[in-house]
C-alpha cells in the first residue's frame, strides 16, 4: 500500500555536522521558521500530486474519461427508455443485461488510456486508498461530469420530446408526478430508503469488483477481459436487485454513478433535481466505508499498485505541526 509520510525535522536534512548558531536570535528563528514552512509545503504538494494538474499525460488521459463517460451515460440511458417501451414483462432483466454488457465494452475501450474509471465513484475510491493522486481524481472527476452532460446532450438530440417528457432522459429519479384519481400524485421511493440503497449497492459494487481490478494479483491472473465482465456483472445484478426489490413506479433504481444521474438532471432538468443530492451522498458515503475497509484488513493482504500516498497520510500531514516551524 502506500508508503507512510514523516514530516522531516529541518535540522536533520544537512547531512554531516549541525551548525548551531552562537545565539538564538530572531534572525534564525525566522530562518527555520521559514525553511519548516517551505518543506511543508513541499510535502503537501507532492501528496496531493499538483504535478499532475500542468502534466500534459494526465489531461490526454482525461479526455477517455470524458469520452468513455459520454458513450456510458447515451448508450445506459438509452437502454433505460428502450427495455421500458419494449412489450415485455421483465424490462428490469433486459436492462440489467444490456447494461453489464455496455459496461464491459465501454471498460475495455478506455483501461488501456486512463485505467477506465468511467466513474466519480470509481475515481475517488482510488484516490482515498492512493491509487491515484487527488489532483488526478479531481481532472478525472470534472471530465466524466463534463463527458455526462454531453452524453446526454446527444440523447436528447435523438429522441423526441415525448419519449424525453415520459421517461425524463433515463435519468436518475427517486419519484415522478402521475395522474391519480383525486388529480396529480407523487410516486416513488422515499429518500431514506433510496440513500440506504446507494450506500449498499455502491459498497457491494466496490466491494465484489473493483476490489478485483485493484488488486494486481488478481487482475493479472484472471486478465482485463474477465475482471471487467465482472464488473460488468456486478454492476448489472445490483441494478436488477435495485429495480426488483422495490419494484416501485417513479423509481429508476440506484445510480452507482453520481455523473451519469448529473448529465440528464442538467440537460433535462425539472423532477431531476428532486432527491438527486442522494445519487452523490450515498455512493460518497460507500467510498469512505470502503476505504476504512482496505484499512481494517491486514496489511500483507492489500496487493494495489498506487500512488505514494493515501488519504490518512495526506490528513497527516495536513495536522501534524512542522517541527522547525515550532522551535
Not at 132 to 148: D, E, P, T, V
Not at 163 to 179: H, K, N, Q, R
Not at 284 to 289: E, F, G, H, S
Request: charged share 15%; with cysteine.
Amino acid at each position: 500500500m502506500a508508503a507512510s509520510v514523516t514530516v522531516e525535522d529541518a535540522e536533520n536534512g544537512y547531512g554531516g555536522r549541525k551548525i548551531q548558531p552562537f545565539s538564538a536570535t530572531p534572525e534564525s528563528e525566522h530562518c527555520k521558521t521559514e525553511e519548516g514552512n517551505s518543506k511543508s509545503a513541499t510535502n503537501l504538494a507532492e501528496i496531493l500530486g499538483l504535478k499532475d494538474l500542468t502534466t500534459l499525460k494526465v489531461w490526454r488521459a482525461s479526455l477517455a474519461e470524458l469520452v468513455g463517460t459520454a458513450v456510458l451515460v447515451f448508450a445506459i440511458d438509452t437502454i433505460v427508455i428502450s427495455s421500458y417501451e419494449t412489450e415485455t414483462k421483465t424490462p428490469n432483466l433486459i436492462m440489467s443485461t444490456l447494461i453489464a454488457i455496455v459496461v464491459t465494452i465501454d471498460l475495455l475501450a478506455t483501461s488501456p488510456i486512463s485505467g477506465g474509471h468511467i466513474n466519480p465513484v470509481v475515481t475517488l475510491a482510488a484516490a482515498l486508498i492512493g491509487l491515484i493522486s487527488l489532483s488526478r481524481a479531481a481532472i478525472y472527476i470534472l471530465a466524466q461530469c463534463a463527458g455526462a452532460i454531453l452524453g446526454a446532450l446527444a440523447l436528447k438530440a435523438v429522441v423526441n420530446s415525448t419519449i424525453e417528457d415520459t421517461f425524463s432522459l433515463g435519468g436518475c429519479t427517486l419519484s415522478v408526478i402521475a395522474p391519480g384519481p383525486h388529480g396529480a400524485i407523487n410516486i416513488g421511493l422515499e429518500t431514506d430508503q433510496a440513500l440506504w440503497l446507494e450506500i449498499i449497492c455502491t459498497f457491494v459494487f466496490l466491494y465484489a469488483s473493483i476490489w478485483i481490478a485493484f488488486d494486481y494479483r488478481q487482475a493479472n491472473e484472471l486478465g482485463r477481459i474477465l475482471v471487467f465482465s465482472i464488473i460488468g456483472l456486478v454492476l448489472g445484478l445490483l441494478v436488477f436487485i435495485s429495480t426488483t426489490v422495490t419494484a416501485t413506479k417513479g423509481y429508476a433504481g440506484v445510480g452507482m454513478n453520481p455523473a451519469r444521474c448529473l448529465g440528464p438532471a442538467i440537460v433535462r432538468g425539472g423532477h431531476l433535481w428532486n432527491g438527486h443530492w442522494v445519487f452523490w451522498a450515498g455512493p460518497v458515503i460507500a467510498c469512505l466505508a470502503f476505504y476504512l475497509y482496505t484499512k481494517i484488513i491486514p496489511r500483507q493482504h492489500f496487493h494495489a499498485n498506487g500512488y505514494k500516498h493515501d488519504f490518512v497520510n495526506i490528513l497527516r500531514v495536513l495536522v501534524t505541526p512542522n517541527k522547525a516551524a515550532n522551535k
